[in-house]
């Protein structure tokens, strides 16, 4: 019998549970019945933990580093490599594992909420509201990693994902919709959403309208609608500042410092709080640091040379392996903190985002501002000016402000992203770049691995393919 991509899932996420859970619970479905249930339902850790990693392997900032590198997983070194199979026939991917299950707690809070017992209509529709902003979230993440990079020009035909809206395991046919469909349901999540969504939220594990809105803004940056995104940005950002929940940026200047939100400073980096009381935290989503403290993926020296002797940013990441050793050559370096990346929405992000929108709509001034309001927080304010000659040409400040995405983000994931979105953008594609080096101790090269354009698409997993045989595979 066919298996369908959520079968094959819950049966995953079911295989420890005991048989009396199946005899309380009809298999394959979650019980809710009060709109206080659904609520509950948005707190559930499989939503929260999206253990996407492989993105965090591929972006051109980084490099290998022998012997570390052998050490490493085949699915690790083929991220790394950009090969066409990262997974084996028998392997479940987790950039489909995780969203699907997510989808469905989504869809069932979707078309069930509003029919439940004992809640108000606005609570009802807060709870739908923010389930539609985290089904749009996931769906940002899975046409990021299954379908070509947005392209106006061919996004009605390229292939994209299947567009699941229902929580029901027993479907059994998934037909890919274009990119463009994708992309047109994420909006339409979004703005359904947003009127229903609190100001402040619960916690930071929750949706809210200022990290929907964030969303949204985000979500037209991909598509390279700038005015549209610089809207939604300038949105997020008011409601960021209005906000009674705690957002703000870190000030590395004087949270790093003894007494500080972040010290101690030690050999596993700033202290940061967990995610749910990291205040540049819009909304948690998170995944494993699969690099972190490794030693295995380097910054290249290229991506180390962006940082200035200054930089506070350098604290997050450690020039000697884990736990000693000499340095690494070339003056690479290794990320060591956070952790656990926040791949959901972050106060940080909002910044660069909306600096870049209105540099590339050629409001350089206001661009200005806002990257030096956060460079003002990651290092002393006479280094965080950005160069006249730079603030007065569109693009060396656009170029400017990917290379501060870099110094943000390096390591996070973050990067792979945008060398997508950057790779059919006629101005910045000059700034991806299409090669992973593999260094010896000694610092000489040893492997030169080449993006190919097509694998800036993952391929379809092989199992997925496989219980799944009419789904289309990437080229």
Not at 169 to 185: A, G
Not at 317 to 331: A, H, R, V, Y
Not at 373 to 401: C, G
Request: hydrophobic share 40%; aromatic share 12%; net charge negative.
């Amino acid at each position: 019998m066919k298996k369908t991509i959520y079968m094959s899932l819950l049966l995953i996420a079911f295989a420890g549970c005991k048989k009396s859970f199946l005899e309380i619970t009809p298999t394959g479905r979650i019980v809710a019945e009060t709109t206080s249930d659904y609520d509950l339902m948005l707190n559930s850790l499989t939503l929260g933990n999206q253990f996407m990693t492989y993105a965090q392997a591929m972006g051109d900032e980084l490099a290998a580093f022998e012997p570390y590198y052998l050490g490493a997983s085949l699915q690790q070194q083929r991220a790394f490599q950009w090969e066409n199979t990262i997974y084996e026939p028998d392997e479940d991917a987790p950039e489909i594992q995780y969203p699907t299950l997510a989808l469905y707690a989504y869809n069932k809070i979707i078309n069930e909420v509003l029919n439940s017992k004992g809640g108000s209509e606005a609570q009802k529709n807060s709870v739908r509201a923010e389930a539609l902003a985290g089904r749009a979230w996931v769906y940002i993440q899975l046409i990021n990693t299954f379908a070509k990079p947005y392209n106006a020009a061919t996004a009605a035909t390229d292939l994209g994902f299947p567009i699941i809206t229902e929580a029901n395991v027993t479907v059994n046919t998934y037909p890919r919709k274009s990119v463009k469909e994708i992309y047109d349901f994420i909006l339409k999540d979004l703005q359904d959403a947003i009127p229903y969504l609190s100001a402040t939220p619960l916690h930071r594990f929750r949706m809210s309208k200022p990290a929907a809105e964030a969303l949204l803004g985000k979500t037209y940056l991909f598509m390279g609608l700038y005015e549209e995104s610089l809207v939604h940005l300038n949105n997020a950002m008011t409601g960021i500042k209005d906000s009674n929940y705690p957002f703000r940026l870190y000030d590395y200047n004087v949270d790093f410092e003894p007494g500080g939100e972040l010290s101690p400073v030690n050999e596993y980096g700033p202290s940061f709080p967990n995610l749910f009381n990291n205040l540049e935290n819009l909304y948690t989503r998170q995944t494993f640091g699969d690099w972190i403290l490794t030693n295995t993926l380097l910054l290249t020296p290229e991506t180390m040379a962006l940082y200035g002797a200054n930089d506070l940013r350098r604290r997050l990441m450690s020039e000697t392996p884990f736990p000693k050793g000499d340095n690494f050559p070339l003056g690479m370096a290794h990320r060591i903190s956070p952790f656990s990346p926040i791949i959901g929405m972050v106060v940080p992000d909002v910044y660069l985002m909306r600096a870049e929108v209105n540099a590339r709509l050629g409001n350089l001034s206001v661009a200005k501002e806002d990257l030096e309001r956060l460079r003002n927080k990651r290092m002393p304010s006479a280094d965080a000016i950005v160069p006249t000659t730079i603030a007065a040409d569109r693009i060396e400040l656009i170029k400017f402000i990917l290379d501060e995405r870099i110094r943000e983000f390096s390591a996070l994931g973050y990067r792979w992203f945008d060398m997508r979105r950057l790779s059919v953008d006629p101005e910045f594609k000059s700034t991806v770049k299409y090669n992973h080096k593999l260094y010896a101790e000694d610092g000489s090269l040893v492997g030169n691995f080449i993006l190919r354009p097509e694998r800036l698409t993952f391929k379809i997993p092989q199992k997925i393919l496989l219980e799944n045989p009419d789904m289309q595979d990437n080229p």
